[in-house]
């Protein structure tokens, strides 16, 4: 199948400083990629779209301006959390699919500590 | 997109067969079942998909009923590298975006 990847895969900060994760699709090309966020013990939720070429699309709740989202290539898209702080730790996960309308496919993670 | 009930937690011996269900009563006529599984600190992975007819893959077998109102995910010898969190999510043709339940926690018994 389908790869993508996620780097790092687990980072550790300190707060008030900003961290970039990055996602590439490695053997397919996608114009759009998400962004999801799981706290220990909870499912995954869905943070942004990010498309290729245009702004990300976030949902409720979600601050645009302190996860900001790149989306400059059809097989990378960046999560960069800014000025992170301890409640900013958690499991960060992106996703993306080679065709619409066929699986998606993850990445490993990235699991983000705040101190 | 239509939601999904499953079931918090299930146990199943090693070796044999494990049967998750979905509930999707509000499922729409393009909507379809897709089943994604996460291992414990790992993303999730895509196990397999259907729309109204039963399919069978590699991994798994989906049985869709006939009204479309619940499916089963069956995994035919489960091993312990099966246990997992199951999610069951239903998905509108041409919409990418995946919303995940709660999910199902299957831990196969040695």
């Known amino acids: 199948g389908a790869v993508v990847s996620q780097h790092p895969s687990w980072v550790i900060c300190k707060s008030g400083t900003s961290v970039k994760i990055e996602c590439r699709s490695l053997?397919?090309?996608?114009?759009?990629m998400f962004w999801y966020r799981q706290f220990p013990k909870q499912s995954l939720m869905l943070m942004a779209t990010?498309?290729?070429?245009?702004?990300?699309?976030?949902e409720q709740g979600v601050e645009k301006d302190k996860f900001l989202i790149n989306h400059a290539s059809l097989t990378l898209s960046t999560l960069t959390v800014t000025s992170a702080h301890p409640e900013d730790s958690s499991f960060y996960i992106c996703?993306?699919?080679?065709?619409?309308?066929?699986?998606?496919?993850f990445g490993q993670g990235t699991r983000l500590t705040v101190v | 997109d239509a939601k999904t009930t499953q079931p918090t937690s299930m146990d199943c011996a090693e070796g044999r067969a494990a049967n998750l269900p979905c509930n999707h009563s509000t499922i729409s006529g393009n909507e379809y079942v897709y089943w994604y599984r996460q291992i414990h600190s790992q993303g999730p992975q895509y196990i397999i998909h259907?729309?109204?007819n039963n399919e069978t893959n590699e991994m798994a077998s989906l049985i869709i009923t006939e009204d479309r109102k619940s499916s089963t995910l069956i995994l035919p010898h489960a091993t312990l590298r099966d246990t997992a969190v199951y999610y069951c999510?239903?998905?509108?043709?041409?919409?990418?975006?995946?919303?995940f339940g709660t999910g199902t926690r299957l831990t196969i018994i040695p």
């Open positions: 990010s498309n290729e070429g245009s702004k990300a699309t976030y």
């Open positions: 259907g729309l109204k």
């Open positions: 999510i239903v998905q509108g043709f041409g919409n990418e975006k995946l919303t």
């Open positions: 053997d397919f090309q996608a114009t759009t």
């Open positions: 996703s993306a699919s080679p065709a619409l309308n066929t699986e998606a496919f």
